[in-house]
């Protein structure tokens, strides 16, 4: 089984601050990693997939980078409607998700 | 719209089953692989099941493996999730979600329909 690690767990930030929150992997799976943002009480959203393509609808200021093991996902400025869980999964091995990073605005 | 509605969620006594259905509208259902994920209440996501558009690929995550089958009719536009055995631990909201075609990511979520296992 791959797992997933997620790092920070939390984190608090000002509005249009930049925010990185990283993934990672127990093995290589290439680009094979997505990104989900919850908010509370709703259904995750794919924001990013394939490691670095933003799907349609989702703003620029999202942004996701990396290969192998290691990922990151970026927020060039956060904005109030950005409070959420953010979540990776991998798609190489089956599927599995991380345990997830919550966002807040100061 | 591409709409996905589960139903069949409620309260169940612990060792008993339940079937869960996944109503899909607005996309062509039988091209898209269907997943089950879950998440117990103020936890994380859980990757469930999976079954493929023409229902000839299925997998099921460790968890539950043994505990359950996924099918689908696609003349009915519904897929299905039965969990036998239902433990308290499989107390959660679960969601199906369609897998876009270029692979991988999940793309269109329902809304999620909780299951509570309790005597």
């Known amino acids: 089984d791959i797992q997933m690690t997620q790092s920070p767990s939390s984190l608090s930030a000002s509005v249009g601050d930049r925010v990185t929150i990283t993934c990672q992997a127990s093995?290589?799976?290439?680009?094979?990693l997505n990104w989900y943002q919850q908010k509370p009480g709703k259904a995750p959203k794919l924001l990013i997939y394939?490691?670095?393509n933003l799907e349609t609808g989702v703003p620029s200021r999202f942004s996701g980078s990396g290969s192998g093991t290691d990922f990151t996902l970026n927020i060039s400025s956060l904005q109030p409607e950005d409070v959420a869980t953010y979540y990776c999964q991998q798609y190489d091995n089956l599927f599995s998700f991380g345990p997830g990073t919550k966002v807040n605005v100061k | 719209q591409v709409q996905l509605v589960e139903s069949g969620g409620g309260v169940v006594q612990p060792g008993r089953s339940l079937r869960l259905s996944c109503a899909a509208s607005g996309f062509t259902f039988s091209a898209y692989a269907i997943h089950w994920v879950r998440q117990a209440p103020g936890k994380g996501l859980e990757w469930v099941a999976l079954?493929?558009?023409?229902?000839?690929?299925?997998f099921s995550a460790d968890s539950v493996k043994g505990r359950l089958t996924v099918s689908r009719d696609n003349s009915k536009n519904t897929q299905y999730l039965q969990i036998y055995g239902l433990r308290p631990e499989d107390t959660a909201v679960y969601y199906c979600?369609?897998?876009?075609?270029?692979?991988?990511?999940?793309?269109?979520w329902g809304q999620g329909t909780l299951v509570t296992v309790s005597s």
């Open positions: 979600a369609r897998e876009n075609l270029a692979g991988g990511g999940f793309d269109y």
């Open positions: 394939d490691a670095s």
């Open positions: 079954i493929s558009d023409n229902g000839s690929n299925k």
């Open positions: 093995q290589d799976i290439n680009n094979y």
